[in-house]
């Protein structure tokens, strides 16, 4: 039977992930971990465990001792996060990684999952339609965490046979959880200000387009990618994903059209330079390919449904 373990589940990606592998998979077969010392209420209805995934020891026993079969390691740093504390993301984005990987190396785990990101690739890289294998030099912190993980899963896969699978996430939107510090964040901090009838102060540049994606996508597609027949999966660095891209002003347009009196300001800062070693657009073929991905989110429809979901109290809280 599938025991399936998430760490970083309290995270923005980790939260819809445990819900929606519990309605899949029973709510006893998930467990959920994250370093905070409690249960985050919306994942209160399974098992909940306090990890540091620093804690080697301690994650090893865990995975070894309740067997563990399958392992989704959310636990990172993100981009603008991470370049505020560039060693200690660079130690919690690697390390966490190595010792699942070796967990995998060793058959105590059948199956991994580890996301990577946009972020790896740079200025460098095609902008539009960003091939699958491109160049890819990252300017950030997170980025050359990403690329150094993504060369890793490959090489664990190559040599010792570990069926470790990734995808390149492009920024996410979601309801459910407020961000955490990432620099597509904007796209989701918006809906509450719109909603709460405030000016929105953006952190990017009015026409800083960038792939997107709204939650549901992603969760669907991480659950296909590790539910596909292992045949199938040709890639084992990290798949390129996308869903629709947009900038602030073109998000901020389709918000007008259901708030009129929604207005927006731009001051870009730190973020805005990383966010010009981005993609505008994505090549996600190998995706569709490969396991079947197709995205059901446009840029109308996350609009939609994230006015409609939205809770401002969120904020308080």
Same mark, same amino acid.
Not at 6 to 18: D, S
């Given at each position: 039977?599938?025991?399936?373990?998430?760490?970083?589940?309290?995270?923005?990606?980790?939260? +819809?992930?445990?819900? /929606?592998?519990?309605? *899949?998979?029973?709510?006893?077969?998930?467990?959920?971990?994250?370093?905070?010392? +409690?249960?985050?209420?919306?994942?209160?209805?399974?098992?909940?465990?306090?990890?540091?995934?620093?804690?080697?020891?301690?994650?090893?026993?865990?995975?070894?001792?309740?067997?563990?079969?399958? !392992?989704?390691?959310?636990?990172?740093? *993100?981009? $603008?996060?991470?370049? #505020?504390?560039?060693?200690? $993301? =660079?130690?919690?984005?690697? %390390?966490?990684?190595?010792?699942?990987?070796?967990?995998?190396?060793?058959?105590?785990?059948?199956?991994?999952?580890?996301? &990577?990101?946009?972020?790896?690739?740079?200025?460098?890289?095609?902008?539009?339609?960003?091939?699958?294998?491109?160049?890819?030099?990252? &300017?950030? !912190?997170?980025?050359?965490? #990403?690329? /150094?993980?993504?060369?890793?899963?490959?090489?664990? /896969?190559?040599?010792?046979?570990?069926?470790?699978?990734?995808?390149?996430?492009?920024?996410?939107?979601?309801?459910?959880?407020?961000?955490?510090?990432?620099?597509?964040?904007?796209?989701?901090?918006?809906?509450?200000?719109?909603?709460?009838?405030?000016?929105? @102060?953006?952190?990017?540049? +009015?026409?800083?387009?960038?792939?997107?994606?709204?939650?549901?996508?992603?969760?669907?597609?991480?659950?296909?990618?590790?539910?596909?027949?292992?045949?199938?999966?040709?890639?084992?660095?990290?798949?390129?994903?996308?869903?629709?891209?947009? @900038?602030?002003?073109?998000?901020?347009? +389709?918000?007008? #059209?259901?708030?009129?009196?929604?207005?927006?300001?731009?001051?870009?800062?730190?973020?805005?330079?990383?966010?010009?070693? =981005?993609?505008?657009?994505?090549?996600? @073929? &190998? /995706?569709? %390919?490969?396991?079947?991905?197709? %995205?059901?989110?446009?840029? @109308?429809?996350?609009? #939609?449904?994230?006015?409609?979901? !939205?809770?401002?109290?969120?904020?308080?809280?």
């Amino acid at each position: 039977m599938e025991k399936i373990l998430i760490i970083g589940a309290g995270g923005q990606i980790g939260t +819809e992930l445990v819900l /929606a592998l519990r309605k *899949l998979k029973g709510k006893n077969n998930v467990i959920a971990a994250d370093i905070k010392d +409690e249960c985050p209420d919306i994942l209160s209805d399974g098992v909940y465990v306090q990890m540091d995934v620093l804690n080697k020891e301690f994650v090893r026993s865990f995975i070894i001792d309740n067997k563990i079969t399958e !392992v989704y390691l959310l636990a990172a740093l *993100l981009s $603008a996060t991470a370049e #505020k504390n560039p060693a200690f $993301a =660079w130690r919690l984005n690697m %390390e966490g990684l190595f010792t699942i990987l070796d967990l995998a190396k060793e058959k105590y785990l059948k199956k991994v999952f580890w996301p &990577s990101s946009i972020a790896v690739f740079g200025p460098s890289t095609p902008v539009d339609s960003t091939p699958q294998v491109t160049v890819m030099e990252p &300017s950030t !912190v997170y980025g050359i965490s #990403k690329l /150094a993980g993504e060369r890793w899963c490959e090489y664990y /896969a190559k040599k010792y046979n570990v069926d470790v699978r990734s995808i390149r996430y492009p920024g996410l939107i979601s309801y459910t959880s407020l961000p955490g510090g990432g620099t597509t964040d904007y796209a989701v901090d918006i809906f509450y200000q719109a909603k709460l009838g405030n000016k929105f @102060s953006c952190f990017l540049k +009015e026409g800083a387009k960038l792939p997107m994606m709204y939650m549901e996508d992603a969760i669907r597609a991480t659950i296909e990618l590790m539910s596909s027949d292992e045949k199938n999966i040709k890639i084992r660095s990290s798949y390129n994903l996308a869903g629709s891209s947009f @900038s602030p002003k073109e998000l901020a347009l +389709e918000i007008q #059209k259901i708030i009129p009196d929604f207005a927006i300001e731009y001051k870009p800062d730190f973020r805005q330079e990383i966010a010009d070693t =981005w993609p505008n657009s994505i090549d996600d @073929s &190998s /995706a569709r %390919e490969d396991w079947g991905w197709k %995205e059901r989110f446009s840029t @109308s429809d996350i609009v #939609k449904t994230m006015l409609s979901n !939205v809770n401002t109290g969120l904020l308080i809280n």
